[in-house]
């Protein structure tokens, strides 16, 4: 059912910039009181300036969603401030562009522990939440290389793929509970995503490119209306299709692309 959204709390992770900073705003423009979390504090203090300025309610948390406790304070003290906590946006992430070869066995390990294991234990401290609430609705940004990996992006595909495990196994566990978990896969997003990864390996951006508002926009119809998933860019969801029909096709036009 469509749900009515004023009055409604979010917690949106990764919220300084790019998909995150979009969200938040988006959600703020619908009604939602919306707690913006990420390290850096003075870009969140400037974005829930601009939502309080233009009628909305925001709290700014400069968290590091990797560590667990201060994420747990987090989520207690939006529950304390508004009294419920209805969506949880996991959009926090960081990508590597290199070989597999060239992957240091370190870099693997912070982007499990950013893109898989925050996600995890954010999703954990909101659900005993949702669920006294009997409603909620855990959303997690994935990419379409959570569908199909590409070259280059080894260790990053493999996180948004156990991402997409999460999300698909704790939906079916929540069934009949009011918790909804949807998934997004964005294609290639104009944000500064792109410019603060490494990169060693692999060209940059390529193919559609698609803007953060845009993303943002779905993510808000996804929360007025829960489903499992969500691909922004329609298409995109042949890759994935394609992928299990015929994956040596995939693999050789993914060559050909990439040369």
């Avoid at 749900?3 to 703020?28: H, N, Q, Y």
């Amino acid at each position: 059912m469509l749900r009515s959204l004023a009055g409604r709390v979010a917690i949106v992770t990764g919220a300084s910039a790019g998909i995150g900073e979009a969200t938040a705003r988006a959600l703020a423009g619908a009604g939602i009181h919306v707690a913006v979390c990420a390290r850096r504090r003075e870009r969140l203090d400037r974005l829930a300036a601009q939502i309080v300025s233009a009628g909305g309610e925001a709290a700014v948390y400069g968290v590091d969603v990797t560590d667990a406790g201060a994420v747990s304070a987090m989520v207690d003290d939006v529950a304390s401030r508004w009294g419920r906590i209805d969506v949880l946006v996991n959009n926090a992430g960081r990508g590597l562009s290199a070989t597999v070869e060239d992957t240091k066995p370190d870099e693997f390990r912070a982007l499990l522990e950013l893109n898989v294991m925050a996600v995890f234990t954010a999703t954990r401290a909101v659900l005993p939440w949702m669920r006294r609430q009997g409603r909620g609705h855990v959303i997690n940004v994935s990419s379409i290389v959570g569908r199909r990996g590409v070259p280059y992006r080894g260790a990053y595909s493999a996180t948004k793929f156990a991402l997409g495990g999460f999300s698909e196994a704790l939906r079916v566990e929540l069934a009949g509970t009011g918790v909804s978990v949807s998934l997004v896969y964005p294609i290639g997003t104009a944000t500064e995503f792109h410019e603060v990864e490494a990169r060693r390996a692999g060209p940059g951006p390529h193919g559609p490119i698609q803007t953060s508002e845009h993303v943002a926009r779905c993510i808000l119809r996804c929360v007025r209306r829960p489903r499992p998933e969500v691909y922004p860019f329609r298409l995109s969801w042949m890759l994935s299709l394609a992928s299990v029909i015929a994956p040596r096709l995939v693999d050789a036009g993914l060559r050909r692309l990439l040369r």
